[in-house]
């Protein structure tokens, strides 16, 4: 959902470049501590397969952004919220860095829906679906990643709607559309990857971890 260059408005990207900063500003300040070190090397193996799925997209809306996985229910789910928006942050700016994928005036509101909205998302979506008597542990897991991926298009949508870009109700029929079949991608490789990472031979102590039991 990389949204390039010369897009949004400014009042658009300003202020979601503000939340970004004041948000991760307290991401640095939890990993410090609270997460142990041993959970960092994790992370960057974390962080390369996120990136290397992230490079497969396509345009949408012409080229007012993309659609692509997302990788932040999976963060937050091994490691926690915050952790999880600092592996996502790295991500997303390599991406509009190095390789131009995402806009540097954009990488705010990049940042804002990747790295912070689609593993909050993720994180409130799985505690609440636990409360549902009976639900599979993996059927969770998967649910949890769709609706990360379908509902961060929402708020894609406002921005580039906010930002006279396209009708909102154009933006959310596209971005809806295409993120809710990226959902059922994301939700069965999440859920396939998920457990395999858990049993690793890392050890992450990290009480947030959104799947510890």
Not at 67 to 84: N, V
Not at 86 to 108: C, E, K, P, R, Y
């Amino acid at each position: 959902m990389h949204i390039p260059d010369g897009i949004l408005d400014p009042k658009v990207w300003v202020s979601s470049a503000a939340v970004s900063a004041l948000v991760l500003a307290k991401s640095v300040r939890y990993s410090k501590s609270k997460l142990e070190y041993r959970a960092v090397p994790v992370m960057g193996v974390m962080s390369a397969f996120i990136f290397a799925s992230q490079m497969i997209n396509f345009p949408i809306l012409g080229a007012a952004t993309s659609g692509h996985l997302i990788g932040g229910a999976l963060s937050a789910l091994l490691f926690g919220f915050w952790p999880a928006t600092l592996i996502m942050t790295t991500v997303v700016s390599i991406q509009a860095l190095v390789f131009q994928d995402g806009g540097i005036t954009a990488l705010g509101a990049n940042i804002l829906n990747m790295a912070i909205l689609a593993p909050g998302i993720a994180a409130l979506a799985y505690r609440l679906l636990r409360m549902i008597p009976g639900l599979p542990r993996q059927v969770n897991v998967f649910l949890t990643s769709w609706l990360s991926v379908t509902i961060v298009s929402f708020f894609g949508a406002a921005e580039l709607a906010l930002s006279g870009v396209v009708p909102f109700g154009a933006a959310v029929k596209a971005l809806l559309f295409w993120h809710a079949f990226i959902g059922i991608g994301e939700g069965l490789i999440t859920a396939v990857v998920l457990p395999f990472a858990q049993r690793s031979s890392f050890q992450l102590h990290n009480k947030e971890t959104m799947t510890h039991e």
